[in-house]
């Protein structure tokens, strides 16, 4: 396999864990505190007002998330701390920079451990 299309298939999988992992907590999030979550979250919890629109929320802010709120509780910390190991190879995707064999399996298998706690399309994994 040349490196662009080794290339697509590692951003194809950080695609689905981060648009799964946006969905997600955006479902889990309306769902437990209404449509205004966006507002109510977080003065709940004590938290400073978001300062950005959630659509703009960086993957290690989304994943921060999920430890910020007991309405992710249900989620394992070992899916927290696999799903922090991608972010470096994220962000070498992210600038263009070529990830080796074992960081595109581990996006497949951070994707795979996601697949069993939270709803993400499946069609993906290679």
């Known amino acids: 396999m040349n490196t662009t299309e080794f290339m697509k298939e590692a951003y194809g999988v950080l695609y689905e864990i981060e648009t799964g992992l946006r969905q997600y907590i955006e479902l889990t999030m309306k769902t ?3 449509v205004g979550w966006f507002i109510k979250a977080p003065l709940t919890m ?4 978001y300062t950005k629109h959630f659509d703009n929320f960086d993957y290690h802010e989304l994943i921060s998330m999920l430890r910020a709120y ?3 509780d249900d989620i394992p910390k070992g899916v927290y701390s696999q799903l922090l190991m991608t ?11 070529i990830v080796n064999e074992a960081e595109k399996v581990e996006l497949q298998d ?6 069993k706690y939270i709803s993400l399309p499946d069609e993906i994994i290679s």
């Open 87 to 97: 972010v470096p190879t994220r962000n070498k995707i992210a600038h263009c920079k």
């Open 70 to 72: 007991s309405c992710f």
């Open 32 to 34: 437990t505190y209404g």
């Open 110 to 115: 951070t994707y795979k451990l996601l697949l």
């Open 46 to 49: 004590k938290y400073k007002p």
